[in-house]
């Protein structure tokens, strides 16, 4: 079983910054894909930025404002979020395509964590 824990959400004025962390743990061989998607209120989940072998991709939206780094001797993925805008506002979930043995793979979603801009 794995587990993906995210941390790091709250609120913040717009123009700030924020630091989400998300660590994954479990019965792991090896991770794939790593990335950080959100939710807000009556909207569909939306792909925010991911990162595979150090490769990175972005929304649009959050290009030149939000950077997705990975610590792989931690299982860890983070987005660090600048010059933040209230239309940031929603819930932000981890995911991860997690290989639990070399023939298995899985894509796994945090619990979500909670970041909320104020204008």
């Known amino acids: 079983q794995v587990q993906l824990v995210e941390s790091g959400g709250g609120l913040v004025q717009a123009g700030g910054s924020l630091r989400l962390s998300c660590a994954i743990s479990?019965?792991?061989?090896?991770?794939?894909?790593m990335g950080w998607y959100r939710q807000a209120p009556g909207k569909q989940r939306e792909l925010v930025a991911t990162?595979?072998?150090?490769?990175?991709k972005y929304a649009d939206s959050v290009k030149g404002r939000f950077t997705i780094s990975g610590d792989n001797a931690k299982n860890t993925v983070y987005l660090q979020m600048s010059s933040l805008k209230a239309e940031d506002t929603a819930v932000y979930y981890c995911?991860?395509?997690?290989?639990?043995?070399?023939?298995?793979?899985?894509?796994?979603w945090g619990q979500g964590t909670q970041v909320t801009v104020s204008s």
């Open positions: 995911n991860a395509d997690v290989w639990a043995t070399r023939w298995e793979s899985r894509e796994y």
């Open positions: 990162i595979s072998a150090g490769n990175t």
């Open positions: 479990g019965s792991i061989f090896s991770i794939n894909t």
